[in-house]
């Protein structure tokens, strides 16, 4: 990324132009960039993530996950390298995107069917 010196012929640039470039400033140093706008697809398959997701959270949060199954999580996700949480979500998700009710490894065997 290029640095400015003198953005637009001034000492200091902020906000938009043209709705095409946005001049900021970041940790001291001015940069400009293009403008992104957003996009937030909302069809079927992205709500249904969204909600497979959103249900996995609650799911580990609110308790019905008890005490000694999220260590267990623990314990499964450790050798995976990331949380128990991480590792729950992301396998709620898989079990319902391929419509498998039941997972199973050495460590951990648990029904997600209060959460599909």
Sequence with gaps: MPRLTGPLFSLDARQTLAK??????????????????????KSAAQLGVRTT?????QYWRDGTVSAADQIAWNGYATGLNESGF???CGTSFR???MKQPKISSSSVSLRLDKIL
């Design 95 to 97: 079990i319902t995107t």
């Design 20 to 41: 095409t470039i946005v001049y900021s400033a970041w940790k001291g140093l001015n940069y400009a960039r293009l403008r992104v706008i957003p996009y937030n697809p």
């Design 53 to 57: 997701l959103t249900y996995g959270v």
């Design 86 to 88: 991480t590792a729950i």
